[in-house]
């Protein structure tokens, strides 16, 4: 099967979009980084010098949207989700689209404990044994240590702030480390001994289940924890059934350390099916509480007028 190329007349972001959920392109290419790259390569096949540098522009300024896949859909952990002051909703995949909730089933069985994104040993994913060895003395101690280094290391790294320009690895390397501890400053804040014993190897596949004492209704979360819904919190009532309950906040932004750009958001395009926008770029940090910035930012991409919200410039707008 031929790598997909752009149709007559077909519209650059969208061949992007098609591209990055082409079976072929996932399959020579699984990282999303280089997918992406090499599609709006391929979106630009046929256009200009100029044409070529501004579509790459607005790709690295804004983004793009995909459609969703078994390869790309992410559930966030709270710590992830970023409030662009949005109205918000959840949005169940198991319920409105079966089909495809029962391909990330089928994948997450044949793959296991390697399913990604959540892949075994990531920083922000533990398996069970991780956290029985963060429970135990010799582990605790470890842990200690080494939150103490890098304590250590940032107060040294700030000393030394003004005579650093940092290169746009280390700038990607601190996104990432910046989700990595707050997921570990979560865990530390709402840690409860034992709270962890029951979960063996069925962590990464269950959800637990809490309810809104208010209203009554139940949300679902990957892992235990803390939870406030419309300034209520929330009360545990138990594990959902496997596979059941996936469900992701659509309009509220999180951040993905791993790309392919600094945010992405569940939104409802034109048709009124979900899709997965992606925006931002993660080698830069905007500086919008600089006034001159911000204008200059929102007026050179016509802010007042962002287009709609199943689109990447709309978010990089919101983000300004």
Known sequence: MPLPSRNKDEDKNAFVSRCMSDDKMKSEYPDQKQRSAICIQRATADCGCLETADFMLQMETYGFEEEI????FYIPSEAEYVDFGEETEEWNCAKEKPGLWENIRKKKEREGKNYKPAKKGDPDRPDPEAWKKAQSGDGSEMAREQIQKMHDQLMDMISKLPMVEFEDWTKDMISKAEIYVQNVYDFVKYYEPGKYEDEEDEYSESEFKY???????????????????DGNILRYVGKAAKYQGKTVTLNKPFRTANGPKKFSVYVKNEKGNVVKVNFGDPNMKIKKNIPERRKSFRARHNCDNPGPKWKARYWSCKAW
Request: no cysteine.
């Open 69 to 72: 896949t078994e390869d790309n």
């Open 211 to 229: 309810q809104n004492p208010e209203t009554g209704e139940v949300y679902t979360y990957r892992r235990k924890g803390y939870y406030k819904k």
